[in-house]
């Protein structure tokens, strides 16, 4: 393989998308008259996005064997000093996010052909998916922070677009308004961030500026006695905390399910909501220099981990029992990044890309096999009727609650080590966090297996049924039935590396030369120890794992597993008595912490009031009040006046006249006493 990367090659990788995405957007839709088929539309796309896989592959290959590109391809303006470009920075961790993208991708594409069958908007939506993958290409390829900005902005529209799909839905218009808002909150910091960096820095280029680092690190803030790469950390971290939906921007992830599946798989599990992680990583040598910004991220990922695990524990719908499950594993590569283990962040990024677009393909699955039930209480012995569903689910729950030599594990088991080595002052609580973090997630995950896969079946007596807002138009009462092999070839293809990626990927990825090859990700080792910590406790993919059996999160998985087996399977009656003593606990639970309450009665409220004074004193009051309407009335009285003194009768000027005279002299005389 070739030392050297092309230009051109890396170009065709986000463009490839892009075309399939304008063609089928424009000729397959009413809006470029209609002229392709459904057909037409779904080939090109997955075309696209399949060249961009193959490409990203390549890169891939020929990065490990020592090849690098950084250039700049287009250069769009310069203001001062300050380079506005368009350019690539292909390295060991671009090249695995260009993988992992492409390949969910590619699957959610396939998936859709199944799964979006009787929608009307089909063709529009393969354009908004392969647009999305060129926004999320274009994001992780970058070498500079206007075109990251850009494909950070484009993610975000793109995923207002898709969560609002459905746009005569008023939940699914209220769900996609939320995300959009949530968001630009998290990218104000993010572009504050930026801001500082250009104005310190004098450059947008990551390399340019990773070599001043040295320079700002001895900076402080003006005016406070903070370091300005503090704040410069935590302003970047602010928009990844939008971005990867951690406490308290988490808001708008849950709400999100409101798109369809495939869209849940490929926003929330894989591409989005990884590009702050990804962020977070790539800005390593910024983050290094700063111990405060560090623990910060600690503590949100330690809150994220935990408390949106909780959550997962009393939903009833499936995609947002899967979608809780996202915010918790969100929280722990967050706690990942706050420990210096950037390697493992990213790592657990790759492989929960794998296993969750599974999970989330999989409840499509189950959602289409019920003909469009999402309520899990009404299902129930499903594994009898979909056998591949059923086995790559099951796959998919045990790499996610860590079991050894599953993919999870690995990734799992490393972050919850790195924190226990880590020495920053939130590092105890992180530890308590992500080890209670198990317990939660096996509990949560198995609960949603057993009442979907087994047990008696409970389609029939669901209230909802024959009144259920169905725009498939299907029966109710049928039994449940395997889906095509559009729908159950990517959950195949999905679940093989849910099941070995872990391994294969463990020693290159955290001690091998994967990430230190050009110093991709830079680690202050005498500060931060988790890494080397790591590197003596672990020896291999074996090894780990076996050591893992006797291991505190094995044995906290194992109870999870076993109370939701006791409580789900064996004694139903136990979760309504629970729910009836811990009532406030439960009410809190339901209502998530009241944070929606809080934002939309005070934060949108406050919003509002101060609109509504703004509006009524300043645009009403001052000025159309006091400026628009005071100005004609100063000016009415002004030629009112004029127009009384000028009235043309000869007698009133020579009366004017002798006041005057008369006015002149009297001050004259005063003057000279």
Known sequence: MSQTLSAATLLAVPLAPLAGSLIAGILGTAFGGNRIGRTASHTVTILGVLIAFVLSALTLQSVIAGARFEGTLYEWMVVGGLKMEVGFLIDSLTATMMCVVTFVSLMVHIYTIGYMADDDGYNRFFSYISLFTFSMLMLVMSNNFLQLFFGWEAVGLVSYLLIGFWFNRPTAIFANLKAFLVNRVGDFGFILGIGLIAAYAGSLNYAEVFGKAGQLAGLGFPGTDWL????????????AMGKSAQFPL???????????????ALIHAATMVTAGIFMVARMSPLFELSDAALNFVLVIGAITALFMGFLGIIQNDIKRVVAYSTLSQLGYMTVALGASAYSVAVFHLMTHAFFKALLFLAAGSVIIGLHHNQDIRWMGGVRKYMPITWITFLLGSLALIGTPFFSGFYSKDAIIEAVHASKLPGAGFAYFAVLAGVFVTAFYSFRLYFLVFHGQERYDQNPDAHHHDDHHGHGHDAKPHETPWVVWLPLVLLAIPSVVIGAITLMPMLFGDFFRLNDVIHVDAARHPAMAVLAEKIHGWVPMALHGFVAPPFWLALAGVA????????????????????????????????????????????????GTGL????????????????????????SGMVRWIQSGYLYHYALVM????????????????
């Not at 001052?622 to 100063?634: A, E, H, K, Q, T």
Request: proline share 5%.
């Open 563 to 610: 109370c939701a087996y006791y409580m789900y399977m064996v004694n139903p009656a136990l979760p309504a008595a629970i729910q009836r003593a811990f009532r406030p606990v439960y009410s809190l639970l339901e209502n998530k912490y009241y944070l929606d309450w809080f934002n939309e009665n005070v934060v949108a409220r406050g919003a509002r009031l101060l």
């Open 658 to 673: 002798i006041l005057g005279i008369f006015v002149l002299m009297t001050y004259f005389v005063w003057l000279n006493k």
């Open 228 to 239: 300005l790469v503090t704040v410069i950390c935590i302003c970047l971290f602010i928009g």
């Open 250 to 264: 988490h808001v708008w992830l849950p709400d999100s399910m409101e798109g369809p599946t495939p869209i849940s």
């Open 615 to 638: 509006w009524k004193a300043g645009d009403r009051a001052l000025i159309d009040g006091l400026l628009v309407n005071g100005s004609w009335r100063l000016v009415g009285w002004v």
